[in-house]
């Protein structure tokens, strides 16, 4: 296990609010993600980061920011919440796993927007 | 552009094999993976395949790879109800860090 924990695993929000979620890793990895997976649609990419303060957009990067001020802590921040970014949200490491580059994921933090 | 297809849902008797296929557009795909996940948790890594491989065998687990027709299928033997789960396919064009570009994901049910 990678240690990597989401925080918080379940959040309940009102449209409008900015909503921040935590992701947390214990064994210094460089690179990592924020993924939101819906019915249908699988898993997206939102953000990635390559490194303390270096981050890059995915494919539905709007109406999402992200910060990594420390290589622990990958932060994603929903500054408006809306229906439409209700979701389950997936932060993944890229680690060696049985010699090869892959992703190690947390356990997801479903969030719904009311 | 990068685009990964499956089918979003196979049943399957238990005992029998069950097969998952997945397409991908990028030609330029080096690793090709299959994860899987169950309910109310993240995804874990099932097996993967190297481009420069037509086949590669893991227990039950067998991963076919047509890369002239960019085809990747997961054959998993004698199925057990355990197995029942999301599958995800996911491209990267390297071994290091590129975002990784995954399926919609199939759902296998096992009956028993």
């Known amino acids: 296990d990678a240690g990597i924990t989401q925080s918080p695993r379940h959040k309940v929000t009102e449209t409008g609010t900015p909503v921040t979620l935590r992701c947390h890793q214990t064994e210094n990895h460089r690179y990592m993600y924020w993924y939101r997976q819906d019915p249908g649609h699988g898993l997206r990419l939102i953000h990635y980061s390559y490194g303390v303060k270096d981050t890059d957009k995915g494919e539905v990067s709007d109406g999402y920011s992200v910060s990594r001020s420390k290589t622990e802590d990958f932060l994603l921040t929903l500054e408006s919440a809306t229906s439409s970014q209700t979701s389950v949200y997936f932060c993944?490491?890229?680690?060696?796993?049985?010699?090869?580059?892959?992703?190690?994921f947390g356990s997801g933090t479903r969030l719904t927007v009311v | 552009g990068e685009d990964v297809e499956q089918s979003l849902f196979l049943s399957v008797r238990e005992g029998d094999s069950s097969v998952i296929n997945c397409t991908y557009t990028?030609?330029?795909?080096?690793?090709l993976y299959w994860y899987k996940q169950e309910p109310g948790a993240g995804l874990q890594l099932l097996t993967y395949i190297f481009s420069n491989m037509d086949m590669k065998q893991d227990q039950r687990l067998t991963v076919l790879l047509n890369k002239k027709d960019k085809h990747l299928s997961l054959r998993i033997a004698d199925t057990q109800t355990g197995d029942s789960a999301i599958y995800f396919c996911a491209e990267s064009r390297n071994s290091g860090n590129t975002p990784l570009v995954f399926g919609k994901g199939t759902r296998l049910s096992v009956i028993a």
């Open positions: 990028d030609s330029s795909s080096t690793y």
């Open positions: 993944a490491i890229s680690a060696r796993d049985r010699g090869l580059w892959g992703y190690t």
